[in-house]
């Protein structure tokens, strides 16, 4: 069964810390997506990347760095933690699909998620 | 930009009911893909159903259907015979189709599912 593993279910860290959250798929996809998941709000994406090395922003990249050193790995990277970055982290990865001369994409694959709280 | 409106933030049905969760979303592409992804209290987000914009055909997944009207940009699900397990968020997504590689892909703000025994 395919999987996308998230290393941390909760973590609890404090102001001003550098958090790492880490994720790795075994689907050897080619891209990966950080979201965060806020009531109200619904998934909104922070950075992705299309390659190993490569990334892009998404809608709500401040504060937030990246880092994709292996094809496998996407690490998201809170360089200094603040209370409003308290928030469900939601990993994800696709890949494409070539079917006769279209490219078809499936839909993502979901980590079960890191619940970072800031204090 | 695309946009997806999800404008039910909390829906429930008994079981074995059927319910339809609503969907609208705003874009000027022709060729695209629209997905309901449901994610159960405390689990991993999982993908229940997935229309492609050029079939005219609504996708059909066990009791999960959808109506898709694509004039009126309509993509709304409906949960025939509701089970306990049905009980979850479900996200609305959208993703338009390029041939030349990665795609984002745009969620509505989720509709909460409480299906009553």
């Known amino acids: 069964d395919v999987k996308v593993t998230q290393s941390s279910r909760y973590l609890v860290k404090r102001t001003g810390e550098k958090v790492f959250l880490e994720c790795v798929q075994d689907m050897d996809h080619e891209n990966m997506f950080w979201y965060r998941q806020d009531p109200g709000l619904g998934l909104r994406l922070i950075y992705f990347?299309?390659?190993?090395?490569?990334?892009e922003k998404g809608d709500i990249p401040e504060g937030y760095s990246v880092s994709r050193e292996k094809k496998e790995r996407f690490s998201l990277i809170l360089e200094s933690a603040s209370t409003n970055q308290t928030s469900m982290y939601l990993c994800?990865?696709?890949?494409?699909?070539?079917?006769?001369?279209?490219?078809?994409?499936?839909?993502?694959?979901f980590g079960s998620g890191t619940r970072l709280t800031v204090v | 930009a695309q946009t997806v409106t999800q404008s039910q933030p909390e829906m429930s049905v008994q079981e074995a009911e059927t319910v339809t969760l609503s969907c609208t979303y705003d874009?000027?592409?022709?060729?695209?893909?629209l997905f309901w992804y449901k994610q159960p209290p405390s689990r991993q987000m999982i993908l229940v159903i997935r229309?492609?914009?050029?079939?005219?055909q609504n996708a059909t997944e066990n009791r999960f259907s959808v109506n898709f009207q694509k004039a009126a940009k309509s993509f709304s699900l409906k949960i025939s015979d509701s089970q306990l397990g049905d009980t979850a968020m479900y996200f609305c997504a959208f993703m338009k189709q390029n041939s030349g590689g990665y795609q984002k892909v745009t969620f509505g703000i989720g509709t909460k599912l409480q299906v009553i025994p």
């Open positions: 229309q492609e914009a050029y079939k005219q």
């Open positions: 874009t000027s592409e022709s060729n695209y893909y």
């Open positions: 990347s299309y390659d190993v090395k490569m990334k």
């Open positions: 994800a990865s696709s890949h494409r699909v070539v079917r006769r001369e279209e490219r078809v994409w499936y839909g993502y694959t």
